[in-house]
C-alpha cells in the first residue's frame, strides 16, 4: 500500500506533498503524485478569452494552447516534487489522468492500492473557505485522508 497525494499545481497541493514526503520517509512507504486534467477547464478559459477580446471564432486555438500549457505546468510541478522525493529517498512515481476531478479521484483513491490520502485543503483558486472539491470527494474516499493547510 502506498500514500496517494493529490496535486492541482496549488501551492496547498504541493504543501501536502511535502507532509506525504515525511510520512513516506518514517513510514518506508512509496507515494503516487496524482493530478487530474480537465478539458472543460481549458474550453471555459478558452470561452472567457475569447470574450474578453471580442474573438469567439479562435476559440478552439485558445483551448489547445490553454490545454498544452495546463498539462506542461502540471508536469513540472510533479517532476520538481519527484525529484524531491528522490533526494528525500522516498519511493515515488506521477500519475496524470484526463477526466472530471471528482470521479477520477475516487476511482483512484478506493482502488484499494493506499493506506493514506494527502490533499490541499484550498485549490488553485486560493479562496480562505475549504475547496469545493474536497467537499465532494472527502466522504466518499475509503482509506484515512490527511488534509493539509
Not at 472543460?40 to 485558445?62: H, P, S, T, V
Not at 494552447?65 to 517532476?79: D, F, P, V
Not at 493506499?114 to 483558486?125: E, F, P, T
Amino acid at each position: 500500500m502506498g500514500i496517494l497525494v493529490l496535486v492541482d499545481g496549488s501551492k496547498w497541493s504541493q504543501k501536502a506533498a511535502l507532509h506525504a514526503i515525511a510520512i513516506a520517509k518514517r513510514k518506508r512507504d512509496k507515494i503516487i503524485l496524482f493530478s487530474v486534467l480537465d478539458r472543460r477547464e481549458a474550453k471555459a478559459l478558452a470561452f472567457n478569452i475569447g470574450m474578453r477580446i471580442q474573438n469567439l471564432k479562435d476559440m478552439r486555438k485558445f483551448e489547445e494552447e490553454i490545454w498544452r500549457e495546463m498539462k506542461k505546468s502540471i508536469k513540472e510541478i510533479l517532476t520538481n516534487l519527484l525529484e524531491l522525493c528522490h533526494e528525500e529517498g522516498v519511493n515515488c512515481s506521477i500519475r496524470i489522468v484526463e477526466g472530471s476531478a471528482r470521479d477520477k479521484i475516487l476511482e483512484e483513491a478506493n482502488s484499494g492500492k493506499y493506506s493514506l490520502v494527502v490533499m490541499g485543503a484550498y485549490g488553485r483558486s486560493g479562496k480562505t473557505r475549504i475547496g469545493s472539491l474536497l467537499e465532494e470527494v472527502i466522504g466518499l474516499i475509503e482509506p484515512p485522508v490527511m488534509v493539509v493547510r
